[in-house]
T-cell receptor, first 115, second 113 residues
Framework: DTAVSQTPKYLVTQMGNDKSIKCEQN?????MYWYKQDSKKFLKIMFS???????INETVPNRFSPKSPDKAHLNLHINSLELGDSAVYFC??????????????FGSGTRLTVV | GDSVTQMEGPVTLSEEAFLTINCTYT??????LFWYVQYPGEGLQLLLK?????DKGSNKGFEATYRKETTSFHLEKGSVQVSDSAVYFC????????????FGTGTKLQVIP
C-alpha cells in the first residue's frame, strides 16, 4: 500500500485551463502539505493543513486553492494555469507537528506541464 | 528567516569513493536537521535526522553530525555505490508550533562504475 499517493502522476494541459491534483495518505497522519519543486529542484512549501484546518499559507497566487475534505486528503486546485506553473508538485504528511522531529512522508509527485 | 545552504552540484564520484556533501544552516532556536534523498522520478525520502546538538544521524551507511558551533550538518559516506546516485537535500525545521520544513537547493550525486 502506498503511504502517500498523488494523482495524476503526469498532467499536461493548456494555458488558461483549470486542473486539480489529488493527494491521499493512509498513515493516520493529521497534517498534510503541498510543496512545489521547480526545474532546478528547488522545493518551496505552498500550504499545510492540520485536521482540515489551514495552518501554513505561503505567498502563493490565489489561483491556487487547497481543499481538505478530511484529514487523510489534501487536494490542490489551480485556476487559469500559466506557463510558470509547470513544475513537480509534491504532497507530504506528518503526525501533528512531529514532522519537526520525525520528518515528512512524501508522495511520488505530480509533474504538471502547461503548454 | 530560516535558510539552508548546500554545496553546488553535480558531484561525480567513482564507486567506493568517499562522499561529503556540505550543508550549513541559519535558524532561530534549536532546529531539527534532516537529510532527504530523491531518486530519479520519485518523491523525497527521509534519509537521516538529528534533533539536537552533537547528535549523529545515520542510515544506509550515510552519517551526519549536528554541529551547533559551526551550524553545519554535512553528509558523509565512506564508500558510495552506483545505487546512491540521486539528489540529496539538507533540511531543517525550527522548534515550536507547526513549523514548515525549509529545504536546501539539493545536490545531485552521480556515482560511476
Amino acid at each position: 500500500d502506498t503511504a502517500v499517493s498523488q494523482t495524476p502522476k503526469y498532467l499536461v494541459t493548456q494555458m488558461g485551463n483549470d486542473k486539480s491534483i489529488k493527494c491521499e495518505q493512509n498513515l493516520g497522519h493529521d497534517t498534510m502539505y503541498w510543496y512545489k519543486q521547480d526545474s532546478k529542484k528547488f522545493l518551496k512549501i505552498m500550504f499545510s493543513y492540520n485536521n482540515k484546518e489551514l495552518i501554513i499559507n505561503e505567498t502563493v497566487p490565489n489561483r491556487f486553492s487547497p481543499k481538505s475534505p478530511d484529514k487523510a486528503h489534501l487536494n490542490l486546485h489551480i485556476n487559469s494555469l500559466e506557463l510558470g506553473d509547470s513544475a513537480v508538485y509534491f504532497c507530504a504528511s506528518s503526525q501533528g507537528n512531529a514532522g519537526q522531529i520525525y520528518g515528512y512522508t512524501f508522495g511520488s509527485g505530480t509533474r504538471l506541464t502547461v503548454v | 528567516g530560516d535558510s539552508v545552504t548546500q554545496m553546488e552540484g553535480p558531484v561525480t564520484l567513482s564507486e567506493e569513493a568517499f562522499l561529503t556533501i556540505n550543508c550549513t544552516y541559519t535558524a532561530t532556536g534549536y532546529p531539527s536537521l534532516f537529510w532527504y534523498v530523491q531518486y530519479p522520478g520519485e518523491g523525497l525520502q527521509l534519509l537521516l535526522k538529528a534533533t539536537k546538538a552533537d547528535d549523529k544521524g545515520s542510515n544506509k551507511g550515510f552519517e551526519a553530525t549536528y554541529r551547533k558551533e559551526t551550524t553545519s550538518f554535512h553528509l558523509e559516506k565512506g564508500s558510495v555505490q552506483v545505487s546512491d546516485s540521486a539528489v540529496y537535500f539538507c533540511a531543517l525545521t525550527s522548534s515550536g508550533g507547526y513549523q514548515k520544513v525549509t529545504f536546501g537547493t539539493g545536490t545531485k550525486l552521480q556515482v560511476i562504475p
